[in-house]
């Protein structure tokens, strides 16, 4: 079965920076494009960035562009999300997200931008 395990979110000051994991299994992950969402408290689900199943092609929501950083490793059947310059309102629980036949998330991971 499909499985995405979220990992690498904490606390950090902001400016600060993370970088998140997100290790998959259960599918072919080289043959998928992949997504990070997040939902802040109170807050709808909303998309944050897309990557294709090869990697050339990155997508961002413009309130994360030139900050945030989507690649993955398809030898480790991993998706990662490089956080830089974080804000404040940065601050939510972050998921991977994969569409195959339907949609998979995981369990997600919470990231807390505060001094």
């Known amino acids: 079965q499909v499985q995405l395990v979220e990992s690498g979110g904490g606390l950090v000051q902001p400016g600060g920076s993370l970088r998140l994991s997100c290790s998959t299994s259960?599918?072919?992950?080289?043959?998928?494009?992949m997504r990070w969402y997040r939902q802040a408290p109170g807050k709808e689900r909303e998309f944050v960035a897309r990557?294709?199943?090869?990697?050339?092609?990155?997508n961002y929501a413009d309130f994360v562009k030139g900050r945030f950083i989507i690649s993955r490793d398809n030898a480790k059947n991993t998706l990662y999300l490089q956080m830089n310059s974080l804000k404040p309102e940065d601050t939510a629980v972050y998921y991977c997200?994969?569409?195959?036949?339907?949609?998979?998330w995981g369990q997600g991971t919470q990231v807390t931008v505060s001094s």
């Open positions: 990557i294709t199943n090869a990697g050339d092609i990155t």
């Open positions: 997200n994969v569409v195959r036949l339907r949609e998979y």
């Open positions: 259960g599918f072919t992950f080289s043959s998928y494009a």
